[in-house]
């Protein structure tokens, strides 16, 4: 990994929040320290960091469910670091934002393997959750046309390539989209219902 990120680290042992702090800037990050778990998640909220680290057992709020905080306002990756081995911590560790889990003492070559291996899993993540929000879009869309579509037929009376392409051509001549047309037929639509029932 070449670029700087700024890396949020929590720990409520000093000792390793000293060791983050000293080792994450002369591996090229910026870092900034959290005691526990409402601080990291509040400092998530300002800062907005690229990648969190922070141990599991910290007393006020653990690593985990800070994680689950975190991500409920905004995507972020993290790594889990932990001097525990329990079969729990590890299940509950298995949410899609746990990108990677790091045993102490940690040594500074799998501190940096872990950050590589975070990064790049999370980009993946965050490139398929935009390609499934994006056909979901497309989705939607493909049927709010079909309906806009079916509303112009009945109206002008034109068969199903005409009325596209009097959509498409109603859309190219307004700089719209297919679709912002066709929500503007039905919202037009539902209009002359209330008329007809009034």
Same mark, same amino acid.
């Given at each position: ?9 929590? *720990?409520?042992?000093?000792? @390793? ?7 994450? !800037?002369?591996? /090229? ?12 998640? %509040?400092?998530?909220?300002?800062? +907005? !960091?690229?990648?969190? #680290?922070?141990? #599991?057992? @910290? /007393? ?16 972020? !990756? ?20 746990? &990108?990677?889990?790091?045993?102490? !003492? ?12 975070? &990064? ?8 398929? +959750?935009?390609?499934?929000? *994006?056909? +979901? ?12 579509? /079916?509303?112009? @037929?009945? +109206?002008?009376?034109?068969? %199903? ?5 009097? @959509? ?5 001549n307004h700089n719209l989209k297919v679709a912002e047309v066709a929500r503007r037929i039905l919202e037009a639509e539902?209009v002359f219902a209330q008329l007809d029932r009034s």
């Open positions: 990994m070449s670029r700087s990120l700024r890396i949020v680290v929590a *720990d409520d042992e000093r000792y @390793m929040r000293d060791y983050l702090q000293e080792l994450l !800037p002369r591996l /090229g990050h910026q870092v900034l320290a959290a005691e526990g778990g409402r601080q990291l998640v %509040e400092q998530c909220r300002l800062l +907005r !960091p690229d990648l969190v #680290i922070t141990d #599991i057992k @910290m /007393g006020d709020l653990d690593g985990i469910a800070a994680a689950a905080e975190v991500n409920r306002d905004q995507a972020l !990756p993290f790594i889990l670091v932990t001097a525990h081995h329990q079969a729990d911590l590890r299940a509950r560790a298995g949410e899609d934002y746990i &990108m990677a889990y790091l045993v102490k !003492p940690v040594k500074q070559e799998d501190l940096e393997s872990a950050i590589d291996l975070a &990064m790049s899993r999370f980009e993946r993540l965050q490139a398929m +959750r935009q390609e499934t929000a *994006d056909l +979901r879009q497309t989705l939607e869309d493909r049927k709010l046309i079909e309906r806009g579509k /079916g509303v112009v @037929m009945r +109206r002008l009376r034109a068969g %199903e390539e005409e009325a596209f392409r009097r @959509m498409k051509k109603f859309a190219s539902e």
